[in-house]
């Protein structure tokens, strides 16, 4: 099992940035795949970026493509997401989730494919 708190969450004026770290506890953390959603209210819980387990092959939501970088520490047991160019429609709860995997290069999408979640952070951005 994994444990998952984020951090780094916010309010921000729109143009600026945030980094939310996701930190992970209990055993082989590396052997996740790793992902970010978020929540608006009154929407769906929809992928943002995920990371394989090694780092590779990220991906990005069309919505956030450019302006989010996704990167993983597994010495640290962390996950990031870097976020610039802030817009108002980005406003949610931001969640990380992990998925027990077995291969370097498997990248997960779904919100169905996650097990793991952590409690959310709140990002506000204000026009």
């Known amino acids: ?13 729109a143009g600026g940035s ?3 770290s996701c930190a ?4 082989s953390f590396s052997r996740y795949a790793m992902g970010w ?3 608006a ?6 992928v943002v970026a995920a990371i ?3 780092g590779g092959s990220p991906y990005y939501a069309d919505s956030v493509k450019g302006r989010c970088t996704i990167s993983r520490d597994n010495t640290k047991n962390t996950v990031y997401l870097q976020m610039n160019s802030l817009k108002p429609e980005d ?4 969640y990380c989730a992990a998925d027990l995997v077995y291969s370097d290069y498997t990248v997960r999408v779904g919100r169905r494919d996650y097990d793991y979640w952590g409690q959310g952070t709140q990002v506000t951005v204000s026009s």
């Open 1 to 13: 099992q994994v444990q998952l708190v984020e951090s780094g969450g916010g309010l921000v004026q």
């Open 18 to 20: 945030l980094r939310l």
């Open 24 to 27: 992970a506890s209990g055993r």
């Open 37 to 39: 959603f978020r929540q």
């Open 41 to 46: 209210p009154g929407k769906e819980r929809e």
């Open 52 to 54: 394989s387990r090694t």
């Open 91 to 94: 406003t949610a709860v931001y």
